[in-house]
């Protein structure tokens, strides 16, 4: 609380606009004192309150961006690397509307990673299983996936991007990665109904795990390489 006081029986810092010209014409009808101890008082409660404000907006902020994990480091919260190779699946979050707009791979010790990043409204769900052999959704071809071992990777409430008004990610090169052990590559495939999705070729079927982080939107899937 400011040390400063309106004088008793004096106007009050709602009866002084001290921020316009006027504030020289009020202060020249009161007496000298008066007017200094007036003047100081709203002016240092009006510095009190911007900076409440601020703090308060700040404060909210925080509280809304750490629902989940939001280091794709992957060292804050992310699950443990389960026991089995078993599908993981999650679903999206109400009236979820999303599109794939970059993918990234990159090595990391003991295992490789895999970022799906997404622009939209809502969070996107995924199931994600190892599988025989890589087919389109659209039109049942083959997909031509490197590694003995392929993850599919289904990510659910996306939208087209002429509804999201996302750019989707389009290259229909692999990506690869210098240095990654356990992924030989990932190959995005499409959108449709409702579901993106890609194939992620492995070395070997090893455990395998799936999360999600915010700030931008991302589906981590980080693949073990160790057996």
Not at 134 to 157: K, Y
């Amino acid at each position: 609380m400011s040390p400063w006081r309106t004088p008793a029986g004096g106007p009050s810092c709602h009866d002084l606009d001290v921020r316009s010209p006027a504030r020289s014409v009020v202060a020249s009808l009161l007496s000298l004192p008066t007017a200094l101890l007036v003047l100081a008082a709203c002016g240092t409660g009006t510095a009190a309150d911007d900076s409440a404000a601020s703090a308060g907006s700040a404060t909210g902020s925080t509280a809304s961006s750490t629902s989940g994990p939001t280091d794709e480091s992957g060292s804050t919260d992310a699950p443990a690397f389960p026991s089995t190779t078993d599908p993981q699946t999650t679903a999206p979050s109400s009236a979820a509307a999303v599109t794939v707009r970059d993918i990234r791979l990159a090595h990391h010790d003991g295992f490789d990673r895999v970022v799906f990043e997404f622009g939209g409204t809502g969070m996107p769900g995924w199931d994600v299983r190892y599988v025989d052999a890589a087919s389109s959704q659209g039109s049942g071809e083959p997909v031509d996936v490197a590694g003995d071992a392929i993850l599919q990777v289904s990510l659910t409430g996306v939208g087209y991007p002429y509804a999201t008004g996302v750019t989707e990610y389009s290259s229909r090169t692999p990506l690869t990665a210098d240095g990654t052990d356990a992924v030989t590559e990932v190959a995005y495939d499409a959108t449709l109904e409702g579901t993106a999705t890609a194939f992620v070729g492995a070395t070997a079927s090893t455990p395998f795990r799936v999360y999600l982080l915010q700030n931008p939107t991302r589906v981590v899937l980080e693949v073990s390489d160790r057996s």
